[in-house]
């Protein structure tokens, strides 16, 4: 059965102060990995989609890298816009075309 | 502009009711999907569709049916609804692929009383 874990469940940052969000995953056959942010009350937005180990895609402040057993989110310089969940979520070989989600990480940038 | 759309925004129910929820995409997608979002336990799948014509059963499908008549509509329909079914419902879309990415919906939040 495919596990995905997020660490931290929320995390509160200054404007302008770098940190990572952690997607720890255990599946039998990884066919993608995905990053999502939510907003409240909305749908997830996508953001990443990562393949294999030592792949890393970034989107302005943001930077995804994938290892054999997690990935990680980093954020360069947050600003208060950047404030929302982000969702990770893994497809194993096993599961169709399912997607297991984590329980998302919460994330706050105060000005 | 592309994407997908879901309806009613919000529905308060009474139990025992019967509810569609519906969702269209207008991307072609062949695969389509069903999630719950609840708190503390994150995003479950309820019922797929990978193609017109067919459905499957997903993490947590009881009390749900649905079908796929056509390749833009997948409806959600909860028989009986009971206050276990409050929630927000995500659908999603996907394009033929080995692992294309799934595109959400903006969601319908349910209240059964």
């Known amino acids: 059965e495919d596990q995905v874990t997020q660490s931290p469940e929320a995390l509160r940052l200054q404007e302008g102060e770098s940190s990572s969000l952690n997607c720890s995953y255990t599946v039998s056959g990884l066919r993608g990995l995905f990053w999502y942010r939510q907003d409240p009350g909305k749908g997830p937005e996508f953001l990443f989609t990562?393949?294999?180990a030592g792949e890393e895609k970034e989107k302005e402040r943001l930077k995804a890298t994938l290892t054999k057993k997690e990935s990680f989110l980093h954020i360069t310089a947050p600003k208060p816009e950047d404030s929302a969940t982000y969702l990770c979520a893994v497809q194993g070989g096993n599961a169709g075309n399912m997607l297991t989600f984590g329980g998302g990480t919460r994330l706050m940038v105060k000005p | 502009i592309a994407g997908i759309t879901q309806a009613p925004t919000s529905q308060i129910l009474a139990a025992g009711r019967r509810m569609t929820l519906r969702c269209t995409q207008d991307?072609?997608?062949?695969?389509m999907y069903w999630y719950r979002q609840d708190l503390g336990l994150g995003l479950r799948l309820i019922h797929y569709?990978?193609?017109?014509?067919?459905?499957g059963k997903g993490e947590v499908p009881d009390g749900y049916s649905v079908s796929r008549a056509n390749t833009d509509d997948f409806p959600l329909t909860l028989a009986s609804a009971v206050p276990s079914q409050t929630s927000v419902y995500f659908c999603?879309?996907?394009?033929?692929?080995?692992?294309?990415?799934?595109?959400f919906g903006p969601g319908t939040r349910l209240t059964v009383l």
């Open positions: 990562l393949y294999s």
């Open positions: 999603a879309s996907r394009k033929q692929g080995a692992a294309d990415t799934q595109y």
């Open positions: 569709s990978n193609t017109a014509g067919t459905t």
């Open positions: 991307m072609r997608h062949n695969a």
